[in-house]
Nanobody, 118 residues
């Protein structure tokens, strides 16, 4: 059906930058809202950023001004540019696709680990 594959995670020092990528299979990417979530150990899954099919973006307050979500429909790929990283950003980051056509269809990637050292 739909497969989402994240990449770009790793270890980075505080204040550094990292760019996550999520490549999607299938034909519904351009019609879908794409989002990045993260989950740290012992914490709830948290929406980080989202971009609609029309290009509207939303961010959780904590990452505003530091993270940027973008999409390239020609490549079926969504990105999360993360700057000024903090140790509190350490988490597994998950790519999410939401396709709405009368009802919602949700797909998740496998996750990529982001670790920010102090």
């Amino acid at each position: 059906q739909v497969q989402l594959v994240e990449s770009g995670g790793g270890l980075v020092q505080g204040g550094g930058s990292l760019r996550l990528s999520c490549a999607a299979s299938g034909s519904i990417f351009s019609s879908s809202t794409m989002a990045w979530y993260r989950q740290a150990p012992g914490k709830q899954r948290e929406l980080v950023a989202a971009v609609t099919s029309g290009g509207r973006t939303n961010y959780v307050d904590y990452v505003k001004g530091r993270f940027t979500i973008s999409r390239d429909n020609a490549k079926n790929t969504v990105y999360l540019q993360m700057n000024s990283l903090k140790p509190e950003d350490t988490a597994v980051y998950y790519c999410n696709l939401n396709y709405y056509s009368g009802s919602s269809y949700v797909y998740w990637g496998q996750g990529t680990q982001v670790t920010v050292s102090s």
